[in-house]
């Protein structure tokens, strides 16, 4: 599978929570970190998706926003905490990458003047906040 998602976390179904029209999919990343992706009922039948079932979750880069504080206040369903590894500026924005407990890599793209505004630096402790609409569920 190929796709133009920037970040693709892997892990497993730990659980689903079915509503009305949508579901919550939670996906154990491993070392206890967890994301909840929001897609439809159909969606996770068509997928066949099940406890255990391994899983990728599909980010853009240009969805996840930074914060140095892990406990901004935010309707962001995912906090994903970590340490900044890397940034790389361009000419407006930044690309902000974080090295998650998992060891796995999760990358922002952010405007340089919040790079500046929040001081991100390499080395420095980061949360990625996503809301749950913004992660797409793959499965081979």
Avoid at 58 to 76: R, T
Wanted: hydrophobic share 45%.
């Amino acid at each position: 599978m190929k796709t133009s998602a920037r970040n693709q976390l892997s892990g497993s179904i730990k659980e689903i929570k079915k509503g009305a029209v949508n579901g919550n999919v939670v996906l154990d990343l491993g070392n206890e970190l967890v994301v909840v992706a929001n897609i439809t009922n159909d969606s996770i039948e068509r997928l066949q998706l099940a406890p255990g079932k391994p899983a990728l979750a599909l980010i853009k880069a240009s969805f996840i926003l930074l914060s140095p504080d892990p406990e901004v206040k935010i309707s962001a369903r995912n906090r994903l905490q970590g340490t900044v590894s890397g940034i790389i500026p361009g000419a407006v924005n930044s690309e902000v990458i974080l090295q998650l407990p998992t060891g796995q890599g999760i990358t922002a793209i952010v405007t340089n003047e919040s790079v500046s505004e929040l001081a991100l630096a390499v080395g420095q402790p980061c949360t990625a906040l996503i809301k749950a609409s913004h992660i797409i569920i793959a499965v081979d």
